[in-house]
């Protein structure tokens, strides 16, 4: 059984930055694919980026290209989110979800929220 946990969420003003952490237990980081998706209130929970588990390929949503960057430290098992330039519109629970083999492409992962394993999420709210 895998175990997932999130971190890091918290306020912080428009164009600031953030670094979520989900860590995993129960299982090796490296047999596990991981996606960071989010849930703002009354919407529908969307795929941010997801991290393959077998050649480290990764996808962004359109909305956070080129600020946010997802990676994997399989030493510490723990997959990373760090998002700059943060955006109002940013706001929302965070939960990392784990998807072990046979896995699908990224791209599904995020599009699907697939995923065997979810954490608890952490909230991040940006706000003047």
């Known amino acids: 059984q895998v175990q997932l946990v999130e971190s890091g969420g918290g306020l912080v003003q428009p164009g600031g930055s953030l670094r979520l952490s989900c860590a995993a237990s129960g299982s090796t980081l490296d047999d596990l694919a991981i996606g960071w998706f989010r849930q703002a209130p009354g919407k529908e929970r969307e795929g941010v980026s997801c991290i393959s588990g077998s050649d480290g390929s990764t996808y962004y949503a359109d909305s956070v290209k080129g600020r946010f960057t997802i990676s994997r430290d399989n030493a510490k098992n723990t997959v990373y989110l760090q998002m700059n330039i943060l955006k109002p519109e940013d706001t929302a629970v965070y939960y990392c979800?784990?998807?072990?083999?046979?896995?699908?492409?990224?791209?599904?992962?995020?599009?699907?929220?697939?995923?065997?394993?979810w954490g608890q999420g952490t909230q991040v709210t940006v706000s003047s």
């Open positions: 979800a784990a998807d072990p083999p046979p896995w699908v492409l990224v791209q599904v992962m995020c599009a699907t929220g697939r995923g065997d394993y």
